[in-house]
């Protein structure tokens, strides 16, 4: 790592976790998108907006499923 990334990172460990959300948010959309990628995340989303339109499938609350996940993936 660069002496300058080196610092940018410690900076950016510094902010709040809100604040380093939105940097990631930031940076990550900076980054080169793949339109192929893109347009396969689309059709899923659409096809899962879908299923939930008729009611093939049922939402759960954010904080059910973030339970899950962590559930399933801990640490």
Known sequence: MTNALEVLEAQ????S???RSRLLERLL???DVDPDIEAAWDEVADAREAQLEA???TAIPLDEAIARLETRFPG
Do not use: E, I, P, Y
């Not at 950016?12 to 902010?15: F, G, N, S």
């Open 17 to 19: 976790a809100a604040d």
């Open 12 to 15: 950016a460990l510094k902010l």
């Open 29 to 31: 959309a900076s980054l």
């Open 55 to 57: 009611a093939q499938v």
